[in-house]
C-alpha cells in the first residue's frame, strides 16, 4: 500500500482565523445558555464535567502539573484552574490565533504558553509533566492517506514510511498498513507513543472516533455504524481524520498503561427527554434548537475519550 501525507499545520498555523468554523464540543457547551448544556443531566461547562468524571480515575492530589496540547479557545483548561488553582499549568498549541486566544481567556491565571507543532515537541520537555489533556485535536495531526499507486508516486518517504510501519507493528503487535486502504492515524500514533514514553502519569485524549458504537436506548434514534477505519472528514481549509482508538489503546497498553476508553456520553450524560427523542426522531428539523440537538446528541456518541493511568494503579 502506498500513502500521501494529510496535514494541517500549514492551515492552523497561517490560515485559520476563526473557531466557529468547527464547532467542537467542548465549545458547543460554554455559552451558560446553550442548547447543548439544557440537554445534559446537569448542565454545566465540558470542562466542570470532565474534571469531575477524570476525578474518579486520576487522583488529583497527586497531579501538580498539567499541559494542555491544542487547546482551542482555552475554555477546557480555564475550568481546571477554577476548580484546582494549585495547578502549575501550560498550554501548547501549533496554532498562533488560538494561542492567542487561549492567552486572553486565561489572563487571571499564572500559565506558561508555547507556540509548537506537538510533534516536534522533544519527549523530555513533556516528561515533567503529571497531567497532560489532549481535546478534539487528534484528528488535527498527521494522517497518512491511502491511495492509488499513481497518486503517492510523487509522494517523498514512502521507503521511510515503511520503516516507520515495521517498527510500531513490531513493538505494538499493530496490523499497520496490512489492510488495503485504510488510512493511518499516525500522528496520533506517533503522539500517544511520546506521551506514554515520556512517562506522564495521567495522559486524556479524546477524538471522533471511526470505532463509536451508540448504546441500544439510541439506536432507534441515531444511525452511527462504526466503519472500523480512520473517515475524512472535510472542513474549512483542511482536512481531519476519525481516529482508531483500539490502536492508540494498544500502544499505552504496551507500554504499561491503564486505559479507560467510552465515549463522550460517559461524562456527559444525556437526559432523554421528549424535546430531545422529538429532535432526533425528525426528518428535517423545524428548529435551529433542534438541529443543533442533533449534532450535539450525534457528536456525544461519535467522540470518544481514552485515558491512560501509568502502572499498575487499577
Ligand atoms: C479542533 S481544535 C480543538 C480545540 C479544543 N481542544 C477544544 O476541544 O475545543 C484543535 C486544536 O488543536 C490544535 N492543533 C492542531 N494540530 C496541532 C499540532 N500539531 N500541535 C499542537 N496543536 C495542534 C489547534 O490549533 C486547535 O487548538
Avoid at 123 to 135: H, Q
Avoid at 198 to 224: D, R
Avoid at 271 to 296: C, G, H, M, Y
Amino acid at each position: 500500500m502506498k500513502y500521501f501525507i494529510n496535514s494541517t499545520a500549514d492551515y492552523h498555523q497561517h490560515d485559520l482565523t476563526s473557531l466557529g468554523w468547527e464547532l467542537t464540543v467542548c465549545n458547543s457547551l460554554e455559552p451558560l445558555n446553550s442548547p447543548c448544556r439544557k440537554i445534559l443531566s446537569s448542565p454545566g461547562s465540558f470542562g466542570v464535567h470532565l474534571y469531575n468524571f477524570l476525578k474518579t480515575i486520576v487522583p488529583f492530589n497527586d497531579v501538580h502539573s498539567i499541559l494542555e496540547i491544542g487547546g482551542g479557545m482555552g475554555y477546557l483548561m480555564c475550568d481546571f484552574l477554577n476548580l484546582n488553582p494549585q495547578l502549575k499549568s501550560k498550554m501548547i498549541d501549533i496554532s498562533p490565533y488560538l494561542l492567542n486566544k487561549q492567552k486572553e481567556t486565561l489572563q487571571s491565571f499564572d500559565v506558561a504558553f508555547e507556540l509548537a507543532d506537538i510533534l516536534t515537541v522533544p519527549l523530555k520537555s513533556l516528561a515533567v509533566f503529571d497531567l497532560v489533556i489532549m481535546n478534539e485535536n487528534l484528528g488535527d495531526l498527521p494522517t497518512w492517506v491511502a491511495g492509488p499507486e499513481k497518486e503517492s508516486d510523487t509522494a517523498p518517504g514512502n521507503e521511510h514510511m515503511t520503516g516507520k510501519l515495521k517498527y510500531f507493528n513490531t513493538k505494538y503487535n499493530l496490523p499497520l498498513g496490512l489492510s488495503e486502504n485504510e488510512h493511518i492515524n499516525i500522528g496520533a500514533i506517533e503522539t500517544v507513543e511520546k506521551l506514554c514514553l515520556a512517562g506522564i502519569k495521567y495522559i486524556y485524549l479524546s477524538e471522533h472516533s471511526c470505532e463509536a458504537v451508540v448504546p441500544e436506548y439510541i439506536k432507534p434514534f441515531i444511525s452511527l455504524v462504526p466503519s472500523g477505519s480512520p473517515e475524512m472528514i472535510s472542513l474549512k481549509g483542511h482536512k481531519e481524520f476519525t481516529v482508531k482508538f483500539s490502536y492508540l489503546q494498544k500502544i499505552a497498553k504496551v507500554l504499561k498503561y491503564n486505559t479507560w476508553r467510552g465515549p463522550f456520553a460517559d461524562f456527559l450524560p444525556l437526559n432523554f427527554s421528549d424535546k430531545v427523542k422529538t429532535a432526533l426522531r425528525l426528518k428535517t428539523p423545524f428548529t435551529d434548537e433542534q438541529e443543533i440537538i442533533r449534532q450535539f446528541v450525534y457528536d456525544l456518541f461519535k467522540y470518544e475519550y481514552l485515558v491512560l493511568t501509568k502502572g499498575d494503579k487499577k
